[in-house]
T-cell receptor, first 112, second 114 residues
């Protein structure tokens, strides 16, 4: 079935450690996105990519990095510079223009 | 900055009733709106969308209404079922962007009592 796969489902980070969240899609979508969701809040955009080898900062990019080497993959690295990383991270993809974004089932990141 | 917000954070209904979830938006340049349903521990699931050149769109048991005059969006769910219990988010896209950058509201918790 086509869809978006995020892994791992749960992730724990130690102080000073970088961690990478995986996002893979087989929907043949050009655009991919990373959002952060905190309890009781909506989604906030971290980074997005409209095409391979190109990506842009969203509203809360500080402390995060991404790469887009393949159309299917858009991994997110939470760096040690992100001082409050505990959150639910959601990856999405879409075709261009006014089309809905389709989401994965998220990765929950916690601090040890 | 521009934002999307909800009038009611929680909504409780009886099974079989109709539900109405409201959303106010402030960006008059928004040209595309989406409703998502999010169940606990899962990603948002697309329900229905509407473009700014429309004022109503219907799906299976759901209807979205758009009032651009007062910048208001609503989601109507007919014959609400316990499986409809979830958090519902509205989202908007600025018409000045070519890609799908969305601004999300905070969400409304819908609880359906059997």
């Amino acid at each position: 079935d086509g869809g978006i796969t995020q892994s791992p489902k749960y992730l724990f980070r130690k102080e000073g450690q970088n961690v990478t969240l995986s996002c893979e899609q087989n929907l043949n979508h050009d655009a991919m996105y990373w959002y952060r969701q905190d309890p009781g809040q909506g989604l906030r955009l971290i980074y997005y990519s409209q095409i391979v080898n190109d990506f842009q900062k969203g509203d809360i990019a500080e402390g995060y990095s991404v790469s887009r080497e393949k159309k299917e993959s858009f991994p997110l690295t939470v760096t040690s510079a992100q001082k409050n990383p505990t959150a639910f991270y959601l990856c999405a993809s879409s075709v261009a223009g006014n089309q809905p974004q389709h989401f994965g089932d998220g990765t929950r990141l916690s601090i040890l | 900055g521009e934002s999307v917000g909800l009038h009611l954070p929680t909504l409780s209904v009886q099974e079989g009733d109709n539900s109405i979830i409201n959303c106010a938006y402030s960006n008059s340049a928004s040209d595309y709106f989406i409703w998502y349903k999010q169940e606990s521990g899962k990603g948002p699931q697309f329900i229905i969308d509407i473009r700014s050149n429309m004022d109503k769109r219907q799906g299976q048991r759901v209807t979205v209404l758009l009032n651009k005059t007062v910048k208001h969006l609503s989601l109507q769910i007919a014959a609400t079922q316990p499986g409809d219990s979830a958090v519902y988010f509205c989202a908007e896209k600025d018409g000045g962007t070519s890609y799908g950058k969305l601004t999300f509201g905070q969400g409304t918790i819908l609880t359906v009592h059997p």
